[in-house]
Nanobody, 126 residues
């Protein structure tokens, strides 16, 4: 199993930026799709962004144009750059890994992901 540790959360005002990081225990670029999810209090966990082995990214409509997912393979680290943050972006943010094989399509469905970090809290005030 892949061990994942998130960092970079914090409190910012609306319009501000944060960059989240997720360090993996192993090199994931060749065999995994990596994704960010978030969960607001009292809400279901939702997919935010996913990146596949070819570094193609997909985003939830609510964050498209504001968030950018990327990875640094030399550091086994996944990032989520979050700009123009809004109060509705508040929540616990989780990194997740999905082992994939030929033909797999990236997804923001949490049930597809086997390995999860413990999360990092993001709070955006108005």
């Amino acid at each position: 199993r892949v061990q994942l540790v998130e960092s970079g959360g914090g409190s910012v005002q609306s319009g501000g930026s944060l960059r989240l990081a997720c360090v993996s225990s192993e090199r994931t670029v060749s065999f995994y799709h990596m994704a960010w999810f978030r969960q607001a209090p009292g809400q279901k966990r939702e997919g935010v962004a996913v990146i596949d082995k070819a570094t193609r990214a997909r985003y939830a409509d609510s964050v498209s144009g504001r968030f950018t997912i990327s990875q640094d393979n030399s550091k086994n680290t996944l990032y989520l750059q979050m700009d123009r943050l809004k109060p509705e972006d508040t929540g616990m943010y989780y990194c997740a890994a999905r082992e994939v094989y030929s033909g797999y399509i990236s997804t923001l469905n949490e049930r597809a992901y086997e390995d999860w970090g413990l999360g990092t809290q993001v709070t955006v005030s108005s």
